[in-house]
């Protein structure tokens, strides 16, 4: 049992490069999130999603673009890289309902210069 | 929202308890409380989590007051491994965690 997988774990961009992170989970959980943590700072919700198919935006989702195809898949796209997004990314998902934790994948670490 | 308040930093003796507080004073009827812990730069760890009652696990124990604005994460006897920023979250509707600052504890030997 993986847990949450995150891939790629680092990634070195330069400005205006797009990517794409790729969270995996094989817990069947429905619901499943986009966090950024910059330094010496708690995490922000970017995106997240309440199941296949659906998205929505979090606390701060500007130049990123989400997408959940697959229940198990949750993607974060970053269509023009800046500098102001250089951040490690965890993602991280949770069965529904209030009674439930969230399970965290162990980060990308995103550099873009 | 509910948000929570949390001091900044706390330091604990390594075998003694540690004591977390945390304030959430607008928090509403049907919230939980979560705690989550972050040991330098990885994921964000579940440690445990409450609705009304005491709850008690292997990692830690939580204490909510009556009135429900306020919770205290107790570590029963801290080890240097224990030494992480800690966050007291209440879960919003629609399922997001919201994330402060959280507390940074040092178990010192």
């Known amino acids: ?113 | 929202d509910a948000k929570t308040t949390q001091p900044t930093s706390m330091d604990c003796a390594e075998g003694r308890a540690a004591n977390l507080p945390c304030n959430h004073s607008t928090i509403s009827g049907n919230e939980y409380v979560y705690w989550y812990r972050q040991i330098h730069s990885q994921g964000p760890q579940y440690i445990i989590h409450g609705l009304k009652n005491n709850e008690t696990n292997e990692m830690a124990s939580l204490i909510i007051t009556e009135d429900r604005k306020s919770s205290t994460l107790i570590l029963p006897h801290a080890t240097l491994r224990d030494t992480a920023v800690y966050y007291c979250i209440v879960r919003v509707e629609g399922n997001q965690f919201y994330f402060g600052t959280g507390t940074s504890l040092t178990v010192i030997p």
């Open chain 1, 1 to 113: 049992n993986a847990g949450v997988t995150q891939t790629p774990k680092f990634r070195v961009l330069k400005t205006g490069q797009s990517m794409t992170l790729l969270c995996a989970q094989d817990m069947n959980h429905e619901y499943m999130y986009w966090y950024r943590q910059d330094p010496g700072m708690g995490l922000r919700l970017i995106h997240y999603s309440v199941g296949e198919g659906t998205t929505a935006k979090g606390e701060v989702p500007d130049g990123y673009n989400v997408s959940r195809l697959k229940k198990q898949n949750f993607l974060l796209g970053l269509e023009s890289a800046a500098p102001s997004q250089t951040s490690v990314y965890f993602c991280a998902s949770s069965y529904a309902g209030p009674i439930y934790g969230y399970t965290f994948g162990s980060g990308t670490r995103l550099t873009v210069v």
